[in-house]
């Protein structure tokens, strides 16, 4: 099992999660967090509003223009609570689509 919490998003839809990542954000399950209905609104769902624009950033420039990065990002735990956290965001390109791979701790 990983030590940090990870998730590849390439859309709403198409998303998952490590177990690590659920239990982060206060979640039972990986399967429990997809769950959640963020209507197109991902950021707002899951970020606090600091870091939304933050991530938001980071995953254009790693989908346009294949840069990873590594950024620090305060996540909305399902709680109401917040949690600080350092995020390494890679680009990966499989099958015809770009998604972010997103390293969590």
């Not at 940090?4 to 982060?24: E, T």
């Not at 399967?31 to 939304?52: D, T």
């Amino acid at each position: 099992m990983s030590d940090q919490g990870i998730y590849a998003f390439l859309d709403d839809d198409c998303r998952v999660c490590n177990s690590k990542f659920a239990k982060m954000l206060g979640y039972d399950s990986p399967e429990e967090w997809f769950k959640v209905n963020v209507k197109g609104a991902f950021p707002s769902v899951f970020l606090a509003n600091k870091s939304q624009q933050t991530l938001v950033n980071a995953y254009q420039r790693a989908i346009e223009k294949g840069v990873g990065s590594t950024i620090e990002v305060t996540w909305k735990k399902k709680s109401g609570g917040d949690v600080d956290t350092t995020v390494i965001l890679v680009p990966v390109a499989y099958q015809g689509h770009t998604f972010a791979l997103h390293f969590v701790s």
